[in-house]
């Protein structure tokens, strides 16, 4: 079946300017989870919706971040006022709903602010 | 001190050789385990889980867990060019449903 899907996969954007990157997760999954990963470094976590339970939004970085599930299904994070530091890939990952089941993860958006 | 530490690397092993992979973390009561493999440029890929002490195998690969030693690797026998990328360990703590990555040992297999 399809993978979890990003879009897009390419941003780039001005300092200032707002963002929305997608996430399409694997059909059925409940638990979807967005990472930042910068330029030679490791994943870090930002926020994790299970089902209907409110998201944990403890790895957002700033009160610009925001990202919200719609259906229990496709995830936008929304970026305001990005800044040169946003700049990052921004991957996405699903599971069918346990935190101990294999995260499954997409492509990712390449954001680059200007 | 990092939740969960690896050595950036590089790792430099020859062809055929065993690579050997190191991670550790801090919470003691974490639960699952994983070593996800990314090459340049992608996203990460699971390469094995491990939940339990002891080794648990899958071809070439071998993931060892020892919670009292708060420590994890990863084995990578017969090494081929194509294992060239970088391995990054990931811990569940407790308590929590989020996967804490450390920052990736990059693995390079040389002919």
């Known amino acids: 079946g399809a993978g979890v899907s990003q879009s897009p996969s390419n941003k780039v954007t001005e300092k200032g300017k707002d963002v929305e990157l997608r996430c399409d997760p694997i059909s059925g999954h409940t638990a979807l989870y967005w990472y930042r990963q910068s330029l030679g470094q490791g994943l870090e976590f930002l926020i994790y919706f299970q089902g209907n339970s409110a998201p944990d939004k403890s790895g957002l970085p700033s009160d610009r971040f925001s990202a919200e599930r719609t259906g229990g299904s496709v995830s936008t994070l929304t970026i305001q006022r990005t800044q040169q530091e946003d700049s990052a890939v921004y991957l996405c990952?699903?599971?069918?709903?346990?935190?101990?089941?294999?995260?499954?993860f997409g492509p990712g958006t390449r954001l680059l602010v200007l | 001190q990092k939740e969960v530490e690896q050595n950036s690397g590089p790792l430099s092993v020859p062809e055929g050789a065993i690579a050997s992979l190191n991670c550790t973390y801090s919470d003691r009561v974490s639960q699952s385990f994983f070593w996800y493999r990314q090459y340049s440029g992608k996203s990460p890929e699971l390469i094995m889980s491990?939940?339990?002490?002891g080794d648990k195998e899958d071809g070439r690969f071998t993931a060892q867990l020892n919670k009292a030693s708060q420590y994890v690797s990863l084995l990578i026998r017969d090494s081929q060019p194509s294992d060239s990328a970088t391995y990054l360990c990931?811990?569940?703590?407790?308590?929590?449903?989020?996967?804490?990555f450390g920052t990736g040992t990059r693995l390079q297999v040389f002919p």
């Open positions: 491990i939940y339990s002490n």
């Open positions: 990952a699903s599971s069918p709903g346990m935190a101990q089941e294999t995260q499954y």
């Open positions: 990931a811990v569940t703590p407790g308590g929590s449903d989020k996967l804490i």
